[in-house]
């Protein structure tokens, strides 16, 4: 399979491992590209033969590399230390709306990522600030599995929230990327969440696949399904639970299971249950939270939260003047953690706006009823 690499606009061949080390048989290309991967690696987790670093390195836990490359980072890149300092000067409040509540959050620096233009127009008019050769000079970042760059972002929302992006530049996409999705919740275990935002209505870069991480506990969703009466069981089949939740305001789906291989093939069940109720061929618009537990008593392993949405953003998005509420909603959002880089929308937003914002963004009722019971018929075939 060819790999376009954009960023140094020469098709590179075959798998991206065999850029590491300097053996035989590199092309000009694929040698530059190992450069400046070795260059942008601060260390390496599950993989990288070649690779300078020690053994030591690759066996600390993910979420222990993660913390030493933020310190590191802190102090060799200028930016991320000044996004960490701004983090503490966010400005949040809570709304309750009907059956739920919000948490919103005052970030003049996501303007330009709640702003983002369309898909199109955006390939053409920037340079992909996920491609190897635009990271900024001072990033650097977590080889994993060979296939990946973990990087620190200097623009969070949520602390200590990550990017996992892939070293290829290629669209953003969850059905040939499930298993990485899984693996990285293995990898960074209990207590963190994989997020992952649809090509349209989220993802900052919808042309370089890529996932984020951050500690779970950070968004006031995932206390509200741990309320028993907002869960109702729509199936199981194989030991996968399939729940809708009730009363949260917005449609959310919820995967659960103790086998790996069975979630994954549910959530591709799922995937195809919606392509097929919206009849489309391209990936329906869609939100996961990803979480990873070693078994307890009543709780399983895996959990997905998902979001089925009907559009990116709300109307009011595109009006003009006082009639436009910047907000543009991906994962956290849905999560129930709004972003307003605008001060004049944090500060009016009430619950009953919210409410609307959340059911216009949805996927509404029925089509989320009929894919539920396509998914279901699907999965006990
Ligand atoms: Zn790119």
């Not at 590491?20 to 990288?48: D, R, S």
């Not at 590399?65 to 060799?76: G, M």
């Amino acid at each position: 399979m060819t790999r376009n690499c954009k960023a140094l606009e020469v098709p590179l061949t075959g798998d991206s491992t065999q850029c590491l080390g300097q053996g035989g048989g590199l092309t000009t290309a694929n040698y530059l590209m190992n450069t400046l991967l070795n260059k942008k690696t601060y260390a390496i987790f599950g993989g990288g033969r070649n690779h300078p670093k020690s053994h030591a390195e690759r066996a600390k836990s993910l979420p222990t590399l993660c913390f030493e490359l933020v310190s590191k980072q802190k102090k060799a890149w200028q930016v991320l230390r000044e996004g960490f300092e701004y983090l503490k000067e966010v400005r949040e409040r809570n709304l309750s709306c009907r059956g739920f509540s919000v948490r919103l959050q005052y970030n003049p620096k996501r303007i330009t990522s709640s702003m983002a233009i369309g898909v199109e127009r955006n390939r053409k008019e920037r340079q992909c600030f996920l491609c190897l050769n635009h990271l900024p000079e001072g990033q650097k970042g977590i080889l994993y599995r060979n296939n990946y760059l973990i990087l620190c972002n200097p623009m969070p929302v949520l602390s200590f929230q990550f990017t996992v992006s892939h070293l290829d530049h290629r669209d953003q996409a969850i059905a040939e990327n499930i298993d990485t999705f899984f693996q990285l919740m293995d990898d960074f275990g209990s207590g963190w969440t994989v997020l992952y935002n649809g090509p349209k209505c989220g993802a900052s870069a919808p042309d370089h696949h890529h996932f984020h991480v951050a500690p779970s506990g950070q968004m006031p969703i995932e206390n509200e399904i741990r309320e028993e009466k907002k869960l109702t069981l729509m199936k199981q089949v194989q030991d996968v639970f399939l729940y809708r939740v009730k009363d949260v305001g917005r449609e959310i789906i919820i995967l659960e299971g103790d086998d790996r291989m069975a979630m994954e093939g549910a959530l591709k069940n799922y995937l195809k249950a919606l392509k097929k109720v919206l009849l489309i061929d391209e990936e329906p618009m869609i939100n996961i939270a990803g979480f990873y537990k070693e078994s307890q008593w009543e709780e399983r392993k895996w959990r997905l939260v998902i979001f089925p949405r009907r559009k990116h953003r709300p109307d009011a998005f595109f009006k003009e003047g006082d009639d436009r509420i910047v907000v543009s909603p991906g994962v956290i959002e849905m999560g129930g953690v709004l972003v307003t880089p605008l001060e004049k929308d944090f500060e009016r937003l009430d619950g009953v706006t919210v409410e609307s914002i959340y059911e216009e963004v949805s996927l509404g009722g029925k089509i989320a009823e009929k894919a539920i019971t396509l998914f279901c018929k699907e999965q006990s075939a």
